[in-house]
């Protein structure tokens, strides 16, 4: 699935191609997964921004109020300058060519809401700081996740603690500040630690343009892949040596997600469970 990096580097793709354009309409055939986009049409595409895993074109019609077309891309979902086999949305332009979003597995979304609307997406209603902003401090992160009896890297992906963090960068994050997966009860040391990998992997992945893995199933809009990938010290790295230590690295499911962990860098704290 697409996390910060991916989405953020998409963002900045698109944003230069559709910021001060008009959109004409939104084709696709899907109505309950792309919901009330009708209401786009005829506005203007005043900025594009991002929280978390979700992108937010913000749209403006003189004497409307505005409006915001969310969309989260799902498993495979992604925007092309080209149509694909896998176009589901095709974004018609008064004064350009269209943009098209393809979606492979087809779990992707979209819907038209008012500003700040967002009871129906309680992830983005209840999402955390974005991790490379001012809002997301060392002490506001220590006050999250210090001594709670929550394994970690489930709460990571919960968004509460911190916007965008998914299944690859949690990994890394958790790998870089020497923490198991399942590990509670954090100390603040550890807590600092892991706020310092977080904004240091996120940084990194977003100027690598994320993360393409074997299966292709994310590109950048205009067809690249990103390249954070070769720089993973443990996803998808399952039986390959550690990259501190050495040491071959483990992968076990976790919340119903396959997890990666050195098991010499990060060991668990049964006494803190």
Known sequence: MPELPEVETTR????????????AYLEHGASLRYQDTHLAAGRTVARLSRRGKYLLLEL???GEDPLHLVVHLGMTGGFR??????????LHLEDAAPLYFQ?????????????????GMPTLAGMGPEPLSEDFTEAGFVKALAGGNKMVKPWLLSQAPVAGVGNIYADESLWAAR??????RLKKSEVKRLYTAIRE??????????????DGSYQQPDGLDGLFQTRHNVYDRAGKPCNRCGTPIQKIVLAQRGTHFC??????????M
């Open 12 to 23: 900045l793709k698109i944003e230069p191609y559709l910021k001060g354009r008009r959109l």
């Open 179 to 184: 923490i198991h997966p399942a590990q509670t």
């Open 60 to 62: 403006e019609d003189p």
């Open 81 to 90: 300058f080209q149509a694909t086999p896998h176009t589901r949305v095709t």
């Open 103 to 119: 979606d492979a597995r087809r779990f992707g979304k979209m819907v038209v809401v008012k500003p700040g609307q967002y009871a």
């Open 263 to 272: 098991p010499h860098c990060q060991i668990l704290d049964t006494g803190r």
């Open 201 to 214: 992997t996120m940084k990194a992945a977003v100027l690598a343009g994320g993360s393409t893995l074997s």
